[in-house]
């Protein structure tokens, strides 16, 4: 494999991948033995990963920069042309469900593959296919007006990201003007983004309601791979964040306001874990990138591995530039089984969080994509995906000092009450998302109305002072999930509990890494509850596991403030 800069792009040609796809069904069907059927099975899989590789080559590099013209023509034609390899699909998924061979494909790549098949050909009609290409335009949408939006602060330019480090600065002044500024920047484009995602909201109710359902909730459960709970269950489960969760935050937000001076925390002052600043991390992005080598080398002989694989060919784009894509993510490279991390560094303890929550997923990625047939099993459902990511982060812990120095205590208290603390806030934007689609035809007053009800509940402690935009309820729309990944948000909170609870077993001294190797290796194979028991993980639905996970999580944040104090 090259470095990743210097792989080839081409352009698929869908009529002939439609073709080949076709070919191979024809085999398939043709097909007098079960060794046939699976090598033309694999066959149709490997033209689809050919097209996925192209398509995921295409979409990093557009986000790398949002203004290259080429890369933006490129994601235009799949936006459009993308989803119509769905009718293709629909086909082999038809075929598959019926065919004879079925009992020996199930007991040879699970019978969870299946059943996605089952919900996948009750999703889809011919006549979602228009919706579709505008959901996805208009997600695009989203993402340029993001990335074009940038303010002059303290003599430099800044994007949403690059105003992160001034919001952290001891300096109360800078922090509030910060935040202002960002503040600022969203209610500049504030009428596009309620406009788009009123789009949106119609496009996906519309979406939803041509096949069949009472609500895009409805759609959206079985879509996400949700078939083991319901939203009642989300419901429950965000009582039990209020009920345990939300006053232990209450407690962490009140002690900061002790170590910071203040009588209470203003909404720029939450960024602000100490009061002589918050521990940054030491050195350029590339000794950054050197040191979570070498992390990784000492963790494991499967983390070193992966690492140096993803060193070696470049598989990474850290740095903040202007017209780069907003957040972080990673993505996977089927043909070269190769994960990719994206991300914007801004000088913080966040990047850092990067080379430890993405490169978990990236690991997960890559150690199961070395043992498992099917580059779709690699990756699972979102609320198993995030454990991934969110317990290398906590098992990271003990090489801390080479990131932080003498900061390293700091690095760890923050971090993981920052954990804790941001659960309120994911299940704020769950349950806007079900106000929103329980109410589709409310309006932007009304969604600015909705969250700051939301936020009241689970984040009392969220003051905005002299802000009249976010006092009026603006702060839902800076979170891109609610217009790119409908109802994802939720599965950060259930993983970080999960991520906890192996936490948890470390902290015991059992074997927490032999439980989260069982875990990355597993992909996709079976469902939520069947891969959480396996993994030996409690579940997070269930009132009494949030009320002794919040109990452990307060004792340890306790002994990390014992630490810290001396």
């Given at each position: 494999?090259?470095?990743?800069?210097?792989?080839?792009?081409?352009?698929?040609?869908?009529?002939?991948?439609?073709?080949?796809?076709?070919?191979?069904l024809k085999e398939f069907e043709k097909a007098e033995t079960f060794e046939e059927a699976d090598k033309?099975?694999?066959?149709?899989?490997?033209?689809?990963?050919?097209?996925?590789?192209?398509?995921?080559?295409?979409?990093?590099?557009?986000?790398?920069?949002?203004?290259?013209?080429?890369?933006?023509?490129?994601?235009?034609?799949?936006?459009?042309?993308?989803?119509?390899?769905?009718?293709?699909?629909?086909?082999?998924?038809?075929?598959?469900?019926?065919?004879?061979?079925?009992?020996?494909?199930?007991?040879?790549?699970?019978?969870?593959?299946?059943?996605?098949?089952?919900?996948?050909?009750?999703?889809?009609?011919?006549?979602?296919?228009?919706?579709?290409?505008?959901?996805?335009?208009?997600?695009?949408?989203?993402?340029?007006?993001?990335?074009?939006?940038?303010?002059?602060?303290?003599?430099?330019?800044?994007?949403?990201?690059?105003?992160?480090?001034?919001?952290?600065?001891?300096?109360?002044?800078?922090?509030?003007?910060?935040?202002?500024?960002?503040?600022?920047?969203?209610?500049?484009?504030?009428?596009?983004?309620?406009?788009?995602?009123?789009?949106?909201?119609?496009?996906?109710?519309?979406?939803?309601?041509?096949?069949?359902?009472?609500?895009?909730?409805?759609?959206?459960?079985p879509a996400r791979g949700r078939y083991d709970y319901k939203a009642a269950d989300i419901a429950k489960?965000?009582?039990?964040?209020?009920?345990?969760?939300?006053?232990?935050?209450?407690?962490?937000?009140?002690?900061?306001?002790?170590?910071?001076?203040?009588?209470?925390?203003?909404?720029?002052?939450?960024?602000?874990?100490?009061?002589?600043?918050?521990?940054?991390?030491?050195?350029?992005?590339?000794?950054?990138?050197?040191?979570?080598?070498?992390?990784?080398?000492?963790?494991?002989?499967?983390?070193?591995?992966?690492?140096?694989?993803?060193?070696?060919?470049?598989?990474?784009?850290?740095?903040?530039?202007?017209?780069?894509?907003?957040?972080?993510?990673?993505?996977?490279?089927?043909?070269?089984?190769?994960?990719?991390?994206?991300?914007?560094?801004?000088?913080?303890?966040?990047?850092?969080?990067?080379?430890?929550?993405?490169?978990?997923?990236?690991?997960?990625?890559?150690?199961?994509?070395?043992?498992?047939?099917?580059?779709?099993?690699?990756?699972?459902?979102?609320?198993?995906?995030?454990?991934?990511?969110?317990?290398?982060?906590?098992?990271?812990?003990?090489?801390?000092?080479?990131?932080?120095?003498?900061?390293?205590?700091?690095?760890?208290?923050?971090?993981?009450?920052?954990?804790?603390?941001?659960?309120?806030?994911?299940?704020?934007?769950?349950?806007?998302?079900?106000?929103?689609?329980?109410?589709?035809?409310?309006?932007?007053?009304?969604?600015?109305?909705?969250?700051?009800?939301?936020?009241?509940?689970?984040?009392?402690?969220?003051?905005?002072?002299?802000?009249?935009?976010?006092?009026?309820?603006?702060?839902?729309?800076?979170?891109?999930?609610?217009?790119?990944?409908?109802?994802?948000?939720?599965?950060?909170?259930?993983?970080?509990?999960?991520?906890?609870?192996?936490?948890?077993?470390?902290?015991?001294?059992?074997?927490?890494?032999?439980?989260?190797?069982?875990?990355?290796?597993?992909?996709?194979?079976?469902?939520?509850?069947?891969?959480?028991?396996?993994?030996?993980?409690?579940?997070?639905?269930?009132?009494?596991?949030?009320?002794?996970?919040?109990?452990?999580?307060?004792?340890?944040?306790?002994?990390?403030?014992?630490?810290?104090?001396?």
């Amino acid at each position: 494999m090259e470095k990743f800069k210097d792989l080839p792009y081409v352009r698929p040609d869908l009529k002939q991948v439609k073709k080949d796809l076709n070919r191979s069904l024809k085999e398939f069907e043709k097909a007098e033995t079960f060794e046939e059927a699976d090598k033309a099975f694999l066959e149709y899989q490997k033209i689809m990963d050919a097209v996925s590789t192209q398509s995921t080559i295409a979409h990093i590099r557009n986000t790398i920069n949002m203004k290259d013209e080429f890369y933006d023509r490129e994601m235009q034609f799949y936006n459009q042309e993308g989803p119509k390899l769905m009718l293709v699909g629909m086909k082999a998924i038809k075929v598959l469900l019926r065919s004879r061979y079925r009992p020996a494909l199930e007991e040879k790549y699970g019978k969870k593959m299946f059943l996605d098949m089952e919900i996948q050909k009750n999703q889809f009609k011919p006549s979602i296919l228009h919706p579709s290409i505008r959901e996805n335009m208009l997600s695009t949408e989203y993402s340029k007006i993001a990335a074009g939006c940038s303010v002059e602060f303290m003599g430099e330019t800044c994007n949403f990201y690059g105003l992160l480090r001034h919001m952290q600065s001891t300096d109360r002044a800078e922090r509030k003007a910060a935040f202002d500024a960002w503040a600022k920047l969203y209610e500049g484009v504030a009428p596009k983004l309620d406009a788009l995602y009123g789009e949106l909201v119609k496009t996906r109710v519309k979406i939803s309601r041509k096949l069949g359902y009472d609500s895009y909730i409805d759609f959206i459960y079985p879509a996400r791979g949700r078939y083991d709970y319901k939203a009642a269950d989300i419901a429950k489960f965000r009582e039990a964040v209020l009920k345990y969760i939300t006053p232990l935050c209450d407690r962490l937000y009140a002690e900061q306001a002790g170590r910071l001076g203040l009588e209470r925390l203003e909404w720029y002052d939450e960024g602000l874990c100490f009061a002589d600043g918050n521990a940054t991390p030491i050195g350029t992005p590339e000794e950054l990138v050197e040191k979570a080598r070498r992390m990784y080398e000492e963790m494991s002989p499967e983390t070193g591995e992966f690492f140096n694989f993803m060193t070696e060919h470049e598989l990474f784009d850290l740095q903040t530039r202007e017209n780069k894509h907003l957040g972080g993510y990673m993505t996977f490279l089927p043909d070269y089984k190769a994960p990719f991390i994206f991300s914007n560094f801004n000088g913080t303890s966040a990047d850092i969080d990067v080379l430890t929550h993405e490169a978990g997923h990236a690991f997960q990625g890559y150690y199961a994509s070395r043992r498992l047939p099917l580059s779709e099993q690699t990756g699972s459902t979102s609320e198993i995906n995030e454990i991934h990511s969110m317990t290398m982060e906590l098992f990271a812990y003990p090489y801390m000092e080479r990131f932080f120095g003498d900061k390293t205590d700091k690095y760890r208290y923050a971090h993981f009450t920052e954990a804790i603390k941001t659960i309120p806030y994911l299940v704020c934007v769950d349950e806007f998302q079900h106000r929103v689609f329980e109410n589709p035809k409310s309006t932007p007053a009304d969604w600015r109305v909705f969250w700051r009800q939301i936020e009241k509940k689970y984040m009392p402690w969220r003051h905005y002072g002299d802000n009249a935009f976010l006092e009026g309820g603006g702060f839902w729309m800076q979170k891109q999930h609610i217009f790119l990944y409908p109802f994802y948000y939720i599965d950060y909170a259930l993983a970080q509990l999960g991520a906890f609870s192996l936490y948890r077993k470390e902290q015991k001294g059992e074997d927490a890494w032999g439980s989260y190797l069982k875990l990355c290796g597993m992909g996709g194979m079976y469902g939520y509850f069947e891969t959480l028991e396996r993994a030996g993980i409690p579940l997070p639905l269930r009132e009494e596991n949030v009320k002794e996970l919040a109990s452990f999580v307060e004792e340890q944040t306790q002994l990390l403030k014992e630490k810290l104090e001396g």
